[in-house]
């Protein structure tokens, strides 16, 4: 069963547009939560986190957002740039179960200038 | 090396085959991981090891596959009798973290195995 879901599989944005791109989970337990973006060939690349106890964690132009209540997280990319096309996974963990990472299937994000 | 290597990048063998992946962590991180990524798929848990032992296997999808770290930092994943349903992009993660640690995984690029 998919325990972490990214319902878009794609999202074109025009350059310095925001991008918001979403999650869902269905495990109460998890309690960590990371973005990561993939381009083509390479292994993903860790992009931001954050934990159970916030609900926001900025980081320059990335923002995420979580709302426990709802099981739903979102990132946010403003502005967005041309070089931010790639596939974002969302991922997840409940720490008190070890160190297991559940990814979401991604979203290729298209940046069009 | 900076970052996290993995060979070799691609490989094709046939079904019924022996096949072993290799991965080098990050210089110092005593956390690694495995991973495998189908088509269209997000990276989906294999194993995690935490030094030299593996302290979470239960993303092995068989006794076909097999991982050793036998000296903490080098790692490979062993696949037995390989089937055409193990092709797939192989990643390898590792974290300088301990048990129970809130730390980003670092990415290897990934070895492409296909069975044919």
């Known amino acids: 069963d998919q325990q972490v879901k990214q319902n878009s599989p794609s999202l074109s944005v025009q350059e310095g547009r925001i991008s918001i791109l979403n999650c869902d989970y269905t495990n109460s337990m998890f309690d960590y939560f990371l973005w990561y973006k993939k381009y083509p060939a390479e292994g993903p690349t860790f992009l931001i986190s954050i934990s159970s106890i916030k609900d926001k964690n900025e980081d320059g132009r990335f923002t995420v957002f979580l709302n426990k209540s709802a099981k739903h997280l979102s990132l946010h990319i403003v502005p967005s740039q041309p070089g931010d096309s790639a596939v974002y996974f969302c991922?997840?963990?409940?720490?008190?179960?070890?160190?297991?990472?559940?990814f979401g299937t991604g979203t290729s994000l298209t940046v069009i200038p | 090396g900076a970052g996290v290597s993995q060979t070799p990048s691609n490989k094709v063998t046939e079904k019924g085959k022996y096949v072993e992946l290799r991965c080098d962590p990050i210089s110092g991180h005593t956390a690694l991981y495995w991973y495998r990524q189908s088509l269209g798929q997000g990276p989906e848990f294999l194993i995690y090891?935490?030094?030299?032992?593996?302290?979470?296997d239960s993303g092995l999808p068989n006794d076909r596959f097999f991982a050793v770290r036998p000296e903490g930092s080098v790692s490979t994943l062993k696949i037995q009798r390989t089937e055409r349903g193990d092709s797939a992009v192989y990643l390898c993660?590792?974290?300088?973290?301990?048990?129970?640690?809130?730390?980003?995984?670092?990415f290897g690029p990934g070895t492409r195995l296909t069975v044919l």
């Open positions: 991922a997840a963990s409940a720490r008190n179960t070890g160190n297991q990472f559940y």
């Open positions: 993660a590792s974290s300088p973290g301990g048990k129970l640690a809130y730390n980003e995984q670092f």
């Open positions: 090891f935490q030094g030299t032992g593996a302290a979470d």
